[in-house]
């Protein structure tokens, strides 16, 4: 190696060393993890001084929590309370109108029985003072409904003999059903010439007798209205007739 070489090298013109002491890792980890606690603890220290300058709290956060479930409970229980109250309302708005329709339905039944009572104190009234003889015999009160069971139908009927002629009145009765079926109008005969017990349509009687019963029509038949004939017992001529419509 030249001499010029060493004299810079290890001369006065040679670069400075320095001579620092070497430390061991662990504590260089353990100076890290101080630094680290130390930023954080800053960082938790600011944000709780922001939040309390903020107004912020964690007891009166907390407080306010419990507040709102204790509200949150109370309201629910209110709820299913008005629930309660408002099925049992409801229950007995039912009731309320179901007894003011059965209540509707009582008065429309007296109505109707009033009206008959009347009808029948004429009738008895009229028996007491006699018709006059065009009136011997005669058909009132007949009726036509629907029954219950579809494709059925119920009729009724008072038959009347003014006193004068109060002789007992034998004789039979005959219905005369009148339907559309298919557009096309057709006719039933009661009693059919096939029923087994035809009693039912048979007369006796003096003053007066009810009669009523029941007939049934084809599927998709319509009845537009029912007769009756009345003929007396060995006749083959109608004595009175009389014609009515579904009511």
């Given at each position: 190696?030249?001499?010029?070489?060493?004299?810079?090298?290890?001369?006065?013109?040679?670069?400075?060393?320095?001579?620092?002491p070497q430390v061991p890792w662990?504590?260089?980890?353990?100076?890290?993890?101080?630094?680290?606690?130390?930023?954080?603890?800053?960082?938790?220290?600011?944000?709780?001084?922001?939040?309390?300058v903020a107004g912020f709290s964690?007891?009166?956060?907390?407080?306010?929590?419990?507040?709102?479930?204790?509200?949150?409970?109370?309201?629910?229980?209110?709820?299913?309370?008005?629930?309660?109250?408002?099925?049992?309302?409801?229950?007995?708005?039912?009731?309320?109108?179901?007894?003011?329709?059965?209540?509707?339905?009582?008065?429309?039944?007296?109505?109707?029985?009033?009206?008959?009572?009347?009808?029948?104190?004429?009738?008895?009234?009229?028996?007491?003072?006699?018709?006059?003889?065009?009136?011997?015999?005669?058909?009132?009160?007949?009726?036509?409904?629907?029954?219950?069971?579809?494709?059925?139908?119920?009729?009724?009927l008072l038959l009347v003999q003014?006193?004068?002629?109060?002789?007992?009145?034998?004789?039979?009765?005959?219905?005369?059903?009148?339907?559309?079926?298919?557009?096309?109008?057709?006719?039933?005969?009661?009693?059919?010439?096939?029923?087994?017990?035809?009693?039912?349509?048979?007369?006796?009687?003096?003053?007066?007798?009810?009669?009523?019963?029941?007939?049934?029509?084809?599927?998709?038949?319509?009845?537009?209205?029912?007769?009756?004939?009345?003929?007396?017992?060995?006749?083959?001529?109608?004595?009175?007739?009389?014609?009515?419509?579904?009511?």
């Amino acid at each position: 190696m030249p001499l010029k070489d060493l004299r810079r090298r290890f001369g006065i013109a040679a670069p400075r060393v320095t001579v620092r002491p070497q430390v061991p890792w662990y504590w260089r980890s353990l100076s890290i993890v101080l630094l680290v606690s130390v930023f954080g603890f800053i960082a938790w220290w600011l944000f709780e001084t922001g939040r309390q300058v903020a107004g912020f709290s964690a007891a009166e956060a907390a407080g306010e929590l419990q507040r709102l479930r204790e509200l949150s409970g109370r309201l629910a229980r209110e709820n299913e309370e008005l629930r309660a109250r408002t099925a049992r309302a409801e229950g007995e708005l039912h009731m309320e109108r179901a007894a003011q329709e059965d209540l509707a339905r009582q008065i429309k039944a007296l109505i109707q029985e009033n009206a008959q009572l009347k009808e029948d104190l004429a009738f008895f009234e009229s028996l007491t003072s006699g018709v006059g003889p065009e009136a011997r015999l005669a058909v009132r009160r007949f009726t036509l409904e629907r029954d219950i069971v579809p494709g059925e139908f119920r009729y009724s009927l008072l038959l009347v003999q003014a006193p004068g002629h109060a002789k007992q009145f034998r004789g039979r009765l005959q219905f005369v059903v009148r339907i559309r079926q298919n557009g096309r109008e057709e006719v039933i005969i009661l009693p059919g010439p096939d029923a087994q017990d035809s009693s039912a349509f048979h007369l006796s009687f003096k003053l007066f007798q009810r009669v009523e019963g029941r007939f049934k029509v084809p599927p998709g038949a319509t009845v537009e209205s029912l007769q009756v004939q009345v003929f007396r017992e060995g006749r083959s001529d109608a004595l009175v007739t009389e014609t009515t419509k579904l009511s």
